[in-house]
Every structure is written in C-alpha cells, then in structure tokens.
C-alpha cells in the first residue's frame, strides 16, 4: 500500500508535468502559426516593396520628369563637366514622407531648377549658354541673399511650422533652402491656409499636406501637381523605402531566429512529453504490478482471517489433547510405579520364600544324613 502511494504520487507529479510540457507545446505551436504568418506577410510585403523599390530607382535612373536639356547638364556634370553645378533643387532638399507633398507644392515649379555655385562661371560657359535643348532654370548660390523674417506663427491654430523644418540638407546649402522655404508655412487643413494668407503681412505662402496651396497676394493652387512635381516625393520614397526595406529585413531576419528557436523548443518539448509518456507507461505499469500483489495479498489475508478461527480450534483440541496426553502419562507413571513396587515385593518374597525352601531342604538333608 504504501509503495502504491508512492507510485501515485509521482504518476500525478508525470502527468501534471506532462500537461505543462503539452500546455507550452501548443503554445509554441500557436505562436509558429502566428509568426509563420507573420513572416509570410512580411516577405510578401518585402516583395512589393522591392519591386515598387525597383520602379522607382529605374525612374530615377533615367531621370523622369526632367526635360532633355536638364538631363543633360546633369549627364555631363557627372561625367566631370560643369563641376559648378551642384545638381537639380530636388536632389539637396530631402523631404520627411509626410510632408513630402507639401514640400512638392512649395517647390512647385522649382524643384527641377539647376544650382550652380557661381553666376559667373554659368554666363561664362558658352556650352550651357548655345547648346541647350531646351529652357533651363538655375539657382546661383553666390546670388543668394541671407533670409531674414521676424514673423512669428507660433500663436496661430492650425500651423505646424515653416516647411524648412520638415527637410534635411547639407549646411552649405542652408541660404538657399531657407529662401526657398522659409516663407512657406505648413498647416492643416486649406480653411487654415486661406485664412492666414488673409491676416499674413508680406510674402508668404501656405500649404496643406495634401499639396493645397495659398499665397499671401491671394493665389490659390488646388489639384494634382504638375508633370515636372514628384521629383522630392519619389526621392523621399525611394529613401523610405529603403529604410522600410531594411527594418523588414532585419524584422524577417528575427523572425526566423525566433521560428528556428520556437522549433528547437518543440522539438525539445516532444522529447520530453515523449519521456514522460513512457514514465507514465512505466509508472502504470509497476502500479498495475503492485495492484495485483496488493489483490493477492489482501485475498491471502482474508483467507488466512477466515481460516484463523479453524486453526484456533484445531490448536485448542490439540492442546486438550496434548494435556490428555500428559495427563494419561502422568497416570501410567504412578501406575508404572506402583507395579515396579509391587514387582520388587513380590520378588523380595520370592527370594526369602526360596530362602527358607532352601534352608529347609539343607535341614532335610542333615537329618538324613
């Protein structure tokens, strides 16, 4: 009973490990399932995004939305000529995502302007000056003037700040970009844009997100932007993208560390409730073992219970016996006793009998003589 107990005990102790261990196992599975989708969703969306990624490098390749006479200036600037040329405004300004099509409205008609370092080495250039295809606009930093405004648009609703904020550039390129941008402010809806081109003192031009803009001498550009726009926008994607690529990269790449990980675990897991079963077999297996030799040793002392009471019996008849034996014994001893005396009576008498036979026959004898 007790060895029972104890097979009990750690039959329990197995099987309640071994839910544990089948608890956590699907758990794993669960969670493979969920990263397997995950991580099917993150490589179809690294599909989408490398080909859309492709497009766009392919466009910026080829220098779409420029006209033939920008591409070639900027063809030839980088094969060595024109080293005055810095490149198109569209290349040194790089917009956030999210302000990437208001930047596009407030460079309207600008972001494919050419910027040269010097004036004067751009008059100079007869090959620029003769042998364009094609109306080209450039920029001199050299003429480029310090901006300089005082206003403060912080008090007013609905303004999130001068579009300069939202853009990053090389410092050398910071005159320019302020002159750019610096008078164009960036609110939120176009209600909010009209209604400070009204109030607004001097030049200033407001734009919406969505490329809505509104100028201080009462302007107002709506709609799709024109053929040449999207140069900032389609730079700003390709750097998101590439950016989104590379989180999604390393994102796959956790993920299927964490698929080997969680896989080795179930595996490890299945080797465990594998043990356990076969303990638990075993465990059952002595418990069944012990059962029966609990079963034949409760029916050997239920036997022996019914059979005392007979034995008792028979061990007092014997000892009634034994005693009747005994007493018998005793008995026959006495009995054996006073006959031994009897016997030596009797032979004691026989002897002084024979004594005096003989006595009297000696007598006899004498007489005779």
Not at 13 to 27: C, F, I, M, P, T
Not at 205 to 217: E, H, I, K, M, N
Request: glycine fraction near 6%; hydrophobic fraction near 35%.
């Amino acid at each position: 009973q007790s060895r029972m107990g104890d097979i009990e005990k750690v039959l329990a102790e197995l099987q309640e490990s071994l839910d544990g261990k089948r608890g956590e196992s699907a758990e794993l599975e669960n969670r493979a399932r969920t990263e397997g989708q995950n991580l099917a969703e993150s490589k179809e969306t690294r599909s989408a995004l490398i080909s859309e990624l492709a497009v766009l490098t392919d466009m910026e390749r080829r220098r779409e939305g420029l006209n033939n006479a920008v591409k070639d200036i900027l063809q030839n600037s980088s094969a060595g000529k024109f080293d005055y040329i810095e490149g198109i405004v569209a290349d040194i300004v790089a917009a956030e995502p999210e302000y990437a099509n208001a930047i596009e409205a407030a460079l309207e008609g600008t972001s494919d302007s050419l910027v040269a370092t010097s004036a004067g080495r751009l008059l100079a250039d007869k090959n620029v000056l003769e042998k364009s295809e094609g109306r080209v606009k450039f920029i001199c930093m050299d003429k480029t003037s310090p901006f300089c405004d005082r206003t403060d648009f912080s008090g007013h609703e609905g303004i999130k700040g001068r579009a300069v904020e939202f853009v990053k550039y090389d410092s050398r390129y910071a005159p320019l970009v302020w002159r750019l941008l610096g008078k164009t402010i960036v609110v939120e809806s176009l209600d909010a844009a009209v209604d400070l081109a009204e109030k607004a003192a001097g030049e200033y031009r407001f734009v919406t997100l969505a490329g809505q803009c509104v100028s201080s001498d009462g302007v107002i550009k709506l709609g799709p932007l024109g053929k040449t726009t999207g140069l900032i926008s389609r730079k700003s994607r390709l750097r998101q993208l590439e950016e989104t690529l590379e989180n999604i990269k390393v994102e796959i790449g956790s993920l299927e560390e964490q698929i080997e990980r969680n896989s080795q675990k179930r595996e490890h897991l299945a080797k465990l409730c594998k043990e356990l079963r076969t303990a638990i077999y075993e465990a059952n297996s002595e418990k069944m073992e012990a059962s029966s030799k609990l079963s034949v040793t409760e029916q050997s002392i239920k036997r022996l219970s019914e059979e005392q009471p007979l034995i008792a019996g028979e061990i007092e008849l014997l000892e009634e016996q034994i005693a009747q034996s005994v007493q018998k014994e005793y008995e026959s001893k006495q009995k054996l006793e006073e006959l031994e005396a009897i016997n030596n009576e009797r032979t004691a008498r026989i002897e002084a009998v024979s004594y005096t036979h003989l006595r009297a026959h000696e007598t006899v004898l004498d007489l005779v003589c």
